[in-house]
């Protein structure tokens, strides 16, 4: 598990490492750590990225603390599996694959800006320097949106995602942090039955407000 460690700024030639884009399609295993509230949570979820036909997949196992997952009216407090994904019909759904009485919701639609992260997102990015992670050096980049997001990718030239968290303001009251799996990082074509929406699954979804 990766820690927020003190960045070594290494500018090379005087010229910053440019952000990398995501690639177009790759698989991997992400473990995430949140702390809210003076609590710790500890879990694994896969990710699945497809930017040629604009679909992603994320799939939590019993046991998230995943905002999206417990935005749901009556799954505030449940941490079973549940799988979100951007589908090739341009909606998000929400799986809950354990509950066959609310199994399956429509969220929101890519019209909205619920699409799949754009392969680009880093344009714009100041970098931050370097860690070491797991014995990979990394470089990292800090971007700003509705709060800081820094990122850190291998300084070779795969560029494999390694560490995720967020800044201010989450950072004042917690940790969000992923930490990219190096060697279940996986690029290719991705399975499209994973972005298929089920015929049955219709219904919007009971987001608490």
């Known amino acids: 598990m990766a820690v927020l460690a003190t960045v070594s700024m290494v500018v090379l030639g005087g010229m910053a490492p440019l952000p990398p884009n995501w690639g177009p399609q790759f698989s991997v295993p992400i473990n995430q750590t949140i702390r809210v509230g003076g609590e710790t949570h500890n879990s694994m979820f896969m990710y699945y990225y497809d930017a040629v036909n604009n679909v992603s997949r994320t799939d939590h196992g019993k046991g998230q603390y995943d905002e999206m997952c417990r935005s749901i009216i009556g799954k505030e407090f449940s ?15 929400l799986y809950f694959p354990a509950d066959k009485e609310a199994s399956c919701c429509k969220y929101c639609n890519k019209t909205e800006g619920c699409g799949i992260i754009k392969k680009n997102w880093l344009d714009g990015a100041t970098y931050q320097g370097q860690l070491t992670i797991e014995g990979h050096v ?67 979804c009971h987001v608490k407000m």
Do not use: H
Request: charged residues 15%; aromatic residues 20%.
């Open 79 to 93: 941490d079973e599996a549940c799988s979100f994904f951007v589908a090739l019909d341009g909606w998000r759904y």
């Open 138 to 204: 990394c470089n990292g980049w800090l971007k700003m949106g509705g709060e800081q997001n820094f990122y850190y990718a291998t300084a070779d030239a795969a560029q494999q995602p390694c560490l995720y968290y967020e800044g201010y303001p989450t950072l004042q009251r917690g940790i969000n942090m992923w930490n990219y799996s190096f060697t279940e990082y996986i690029v290719g074509k991705q399975d499209p039955s994973l972005f298929q929406p089920w015929p049955s699954c219709d219904k919007p």
